[in-house]
C-alpha cells in the first residue's frame, strides 16, 4: 500500500508533469552524465528504469540501447503519460505506472540494467530496494542510479534559518548520505562505484528559484518553507544578495553495482 508520503510526493510531481521539462535543468544534466558514464560493450538485454518521469533519460537508454526491452515505470500516471507521448509506443517500449519499491519487491524475472536518474532520494527503504534490485538482477547486470543527496539547496535552508531565525525542513533534509548510500549498497552488491558531484545553479531571484523547485515537484513531503510573507521575503532575499546573487548547489550521487567482481 503507498504511503500518504508518496501520495502526496506523487501529487506533487502530476501537478508539475506539464511544466517538467522547461523547469529540470539538473535533472537533465544528471541524466547526460548518467547515460554517458554505462561501460563501454555492455549490452543489455532487459532494463528496468525506476521514475521515468517524462522520459527525458528513458530517451537517452533508448537511443543506446535500441533493441532491449524497456520496462519504464513512474509513480505519477501524468508523468507515465508525458514520458509516453515523448517516445511513442514503439516496440520493447513497455510503460507502467506503479511505485517502483513495491514493483522491485514483486518481480520473478532478471534485469539486465536497473537503473533510474534523480528518482531514489524519494524511496522510504533504500535498504530494502537495494535487496531486491539485487534479487532481480541478473548475474552480469547493473545497477546504475543518481540520486541527490542531503546537501541539495543547502543554502535555501541556511538563508531561511538565518534571515528568518527559524528552522526549515527542506526536502533534502531526508536525503541519504554518500555513506549511507554506499554502505547499503555494499551489503546488497559485490562490486560498488558511488562519486558525488556538486551541480550550481545560479537564479535570477528568489522567487525564480523557489518556483524551480514547485514546477519541477521537488517540494517532497515536507512543507518545505515558512509562510513568506513581504518583510520575511525581504530578508530572504537581502542574505542572498549580500552573498552575491540567488546561487545554489545540488548535491548528487551516481551509483553503479553488480553482482561480480568484474
Known sequence: MVSEKKLIISRKFSRAAGTYD?????????????????????NPAAILELGCGTGNYTRLLRRAFPRAQMWVLDFSQAMVEYAREKLGDAAGLHFLCADGEEFLASRNTSYDLITSNATLQWFEDLDKTFFNAANVLSEKGLLHISLFGPETLAELGQAFQEALEVPVDLPAS???SLGDIQGLAEKHFRRVHCEQDFITRRYV??????RHIQKTGAGGFQQAMPMLTKSRLAKVKDWFVARGGYEVRYEVFYLTAGLKDS
Not at 23 to 28: A, L
Open 22 to 42: 522547461f523547469f529540470s535543468h539538473v535533472q537533465k544534466k544528471c541524466a547526460a552524465r548518467l547515460a554517458g558514464t554505462l561501460p563501454a560493450g555492455f
Open 174 to 176: 531526508s536525503f541519504a
Open 205 to 210: 531571484s528568489l522567487p525564480d528559484l523557489l
